[in-house]
């Protein structure tokens, strides 16, 4: 009998999950392939398919199965697919039943309406332009929070949207210890002299030809994966056999590359959760800190690794022999490590970032307390730029103009870039411990060994587990821990610029 | 108090119309962007997308609504939104609701697994591994007849599908006055003694180049258009301002540029629908047959005729040196029109076309009645390609496998291209008595005034009328007529081949 009720919920969530993954080739085809004249009527799409599976989702109908089914499911297997299905399903039920599909549909909506104003407005350094649809975002952002109970902080409700338990104070914790260990960092990196201006032309086809040998050596394959140019990096797909990351490139730099890395440490994560949790809530990364580890370490941790370079520096010197030609694996790698203030989050070196983001999550608590007129944004923006990282906003397209997320009204969603960042290195630290011979590896080309351990250890899990919990089982601790990562970094600056190896 | 019931009416087709859309946008994604490992999930995703709209619907609920609004319909003007969009849905609803929805959601299910299916089957010339898909799908179209009650003849049912009104013995009588008119011809050509044979080598890249100069000048913006590189050319899109059109091209001879003309037709009468019918099952072409007419026209009343080529052979000749030395713009134009028995539908001239349609035609009858075992197909189609057309089928993939159709269940479909062909050929002779200077404006690389004349005579309209409705609005009879689309051929073939210009 609850078998039987356990296959209909599993029945009713894989149609919710078309209509999820539907709508996300929806916001894929958007960003990458659609016309600019179909903006308007893809609004309308992304409503009605949003609005249509928030219904389905949150009807009391659901609700009742879920509930019907939860002392079944707890007398399973913790682990068990049956068990994690109906715990999930129950924690999400009861928070997404809380809001009104019709304000889910206008959420939705928005969003999609915003997102060309934002790339015209971003393209014509406009911030006027911008406002209105930003306020509407905000508006809605806040009648959502209205719709629950608020126990500490408002902002709660959102961080909790991309990751699930973490509170705000938790958050204003772990920023204050790197703004105690990480700031200063910069600064002595800063003293030891600023670095050398390096004016490049890279060329656009070969750095294309380049950043697919290096994703394929990762694991990108034309059997179940994609990469498109877009306006905004970011990973999507319709499924765990449809992984589509997009990117973009630049002629003066190597950004490009470490953007379509980044991505593909996203993409990877999504194609490596167990085949078996297709079509359920649980098929997807568990929250966007964790998933923002894997995006970081392929970026960071493997890309920006030395041993990366050894192998793949001779053949990007072969595909830009003037720009490289004075080059060795070991200056590029310097260059590419170059710790140095900037405007652009997305291009900022791996000790300034996490200060883009404290920015974000300052401002973000601030416009949902209302604390200025939102007119005043782009000012209270280029303050704390030159307050945080000591450099002048020239223009909003390099400031506050700069992100795709306040166009698609997620707020609560940057805290989690910098959490990333931190568990990354938790989890290297467990990685390189594992795997002894992973570096080795890395010269010679193979990144197997890494993509296997990440499948075993954090991947194939899915959403079968709290944020906490899937952390717990990765490196032994439910904590998100600041330690590792500035270690990481000051043994890494250390090496580069001499700074002292402990404070 | 029915103004309120029919905006509510209006408000559940449009968010019918955002899934119907959205659907599509599934189907073109699959086609000409979904890495193959996504296949059987986006079967999953089009069954549910499709079940979900149709559910909606057919529901009683939705019945009842349609049935409470029709008299005050009638009240209304029959030309009006209101009358017209209740006039419609009532019946749709009258023939969607026989079908169950599970049955439409297998249809849709089978018809994204067998597309893969059939394209490697397609690659690899193997028709038996086509063959259980195909006999799957064909199950389905009988279990979907079974919905109904037939009248006359089965297919009727099916043609009814895609050609709304249309009665299979009419069909057979029009194709009976081909077979009788049109057939000849074709032997008075091939009397007069073949073709030269052209071995050409064009390069794909200055191809793209003119394709895209053309359907410009024919109203193709990046605003509201793409076009793509695909296997098998179709139209598509998500509504009014986001029309998708693909095409593939071929080194040896330009049949790439006529298809692209071809889906540039069936995309411009989507283009042009009246904004004010989008978000409604009124918004698009009202049948195939109309829809054929319009693709038919472009590819070859206007980008086969010799004023076309009077502007745009110049330019070829620019990037086509090489092939193109020793040509004007006349031989050209008798090369394009060469009438000569061949193996492909979509490459077949306007000569023998519609005997390729006669043939599929009768073979899907013949395999709807069972009249043969399945695997017995292939001998099928290749005995009537030479008894129809003089030539042997050297291998499946030239044979009964180049056409998507049969993958994606669409029973039925094939007539409405020779009925398009022969619409095309009626409305010609209505557009060219209105505007004299038409050919005069294609010398010059003007289309403007036909596509104005197309947008206010046939296009805007989209469905509020039915095809005969419609095609009596356009050329002042609601019947199909084949005499202009014989007369047509037989001058045009007449100034070429020299061939009598009456029998």
């Not at 700031?183 to 030891?192: C, D, G, N, Q």
């Not at 973000?364 to 730029?385: D, I, Y």
């Amino acid at each position: 009998m609850s078998q039987q009720k356990f296959d209909q919920l599993r029945e009713q969530l894989a149609e919710i999950s078309d209509l999820v993954k539907t709508a996300a080739l929806l916001g894929w085809d958007q960003h990458v392939m659609m016309p600019p004249g179909g903006a308007s009527l893809r609004a309308e799409q992304l409503a009605t398919v949003g609005r249509i599976a928030h219904q389905k989702f949150t009807s009391a109908k659901m609700g009742k199965l879920i509930d019907g089914l939860r002392s079944w499911g707890e007398q399973r297997d913790y682990d068990s697919f049956e068990a994690s299905l109906i715990r999930v399903a129950a924690l999400d039920w009861e928070k997404a039943s809380k809001v009104p599909s019709e304000l889910r549909a206008e959420m939705s909506r928005s969003a999609a309406l915003a997102n060309p104003v934002w790339v015209d407005a971003r393209k014509r350094n406009d911030f006027a332009a911008f406002l209105p649809v930003l306020r509407k975002n905000l508006d809605l952002r806040k009648r959502y929070i209205d719709c629950f109970e608020v126990d500490d902080e408002p902002y709660d409700i959102v961080l909790d949207d991309y990751e699930r338990g973490m509170k705000t104070k938790e958050v204003r914790g772990i920023f204050d210890y790197l703004k105690e260990h990480q700031a200063p960092l910069v600064k002595e990196v800063a003293a030891r002299g600023g670095n050398a201006e390096h004016h490049h032309n890279f060329a656009l086809e070969p750095q294309k030809v380049f950043e697919l040998e290096v994703i394929r050596a990762f694991g990108f394959t034309d059997e179940a994966w994609r990469l498109d140019p877009t306006v905004h990096p970011f990973a999507s797909g319709t499924g765990i056999t449809d992984i589509r990351i997009t990117t973009r490139y630049f002629s003066e730099h190597f950004g490009g590359l470490f953007g379509t890395m980044h991505e593909f440490g996203h993409g990877l994560y999504e194609r490596q959760v167990d085949p078996a949790l297709e079509r359920s809530p649980l098929a997807r990364g568990v929250s966007l800190g964790l998933h923002e580890s894997q995006s970081r370490m392929w970026e960071n941790l493997v890309g920006r690794s030395l041993p990366f370079w050894r192998h793949f520096f001779p053949r990007l010197q072969e595909l830009f022999p003037d720009e490289l030609g004075g080059y060795d694996d070991e200056r590029w790698y310097r260059e590419v490590n170059a710790v140095e203030p900037s405007l652009i989050r997305v291009e900022a070196d791996e000790a300034t970032y996490n200060l883009h983001i404290i920015l974000r999550f300052e401002l973000e608590q601030a416009m949902l307390a209302g604390e200025f007129p939102l007119e005043q944004l782009p000012e209270e923006w280029n303050r704390r730029m030159w307050d945080y990282l000591g450099i002048e906003v020239r223009n909003d397209t390099l400031g506050v103009l700069q992100d795709v997320h306040w166009s698609g009204g997620s707020i609560g969603y940057f805290p989690t870039y910098a959490l990333g960042n931190l568990i990354s290195a938790q989890i290297w630290e467990k990685i390189t411990a594992d795997l002894p011979d992973l570096h080795d590896g890395f010269e010679q080309g193979e990144f197997g060994p890494l993509r296997d351990w990440l499948r075993e250890h954090l991947h194939r899990h899915g959403r079968k587990f709290t944020p906490g919990e899937t952390l717990e089982r990765v490196v032994g601790t439910s904590q998100i821990d600041p330690e590792p990562y500035v270690r990481y970094l000051r043994e890494k600056l250390a090496a580069i610029y001499g700074i002292a190896t402990t404070t």
